[in-house]
C-alpha cells in the first residue's frame, strides 16, 4: 500500500505546485524550497490527500510538516491496511 500511497501523494503534490508530470518527487525534498508549496498551497495538498485517500490529517501534524518523507510518513501511518 505505501507506494500506491506515495504516488498519490506525488500526483497531488506535482498538481498543487503546478510542476510537469515528467518532474520526480523525491522524499528528501522541501515542500516548500524544493516544490514552492507555501502554507496555502499546503492546505490544498492536505485537504486533496484527505478527500482521495479517505483519511482525516490533524491541523496540528499539518504544521509539522517541512518534507515529502514528513507527509509521506504521516498519511502511510493513517491509511488502512
Do not use: C, H, W
Amino acid at each position: 500500500m505505501p507506494v500506491a500511497v506515495n504516488e498519490t501523494i506525488s500526483s497531488i503534490l506535482k498538481q498543487v505546485a503546478e510542476l510537469p508530470d515528467s518532474f520526480t518527487v523525491q522524499s528528501s525534498q522541501d515542500l516548500n524550497a524544493d516544490l514552492g508549496i507555501d502554507s496555502l498551497k499546503l492546505i490544498d495538498v492536505i485537504v486533496l490527500v484527505e478527500s482521495e485517500l479517505d483519511i482525516e490529517i490533524g491541523d496540528e501534524f499539518s504544521r509539522d510538516l517541512v518534507t515529502v518523507a514528513d507527509l509521506q510518513g504521516y498519511v502511510n501511518e493513517l491509511v488502512p491496511g
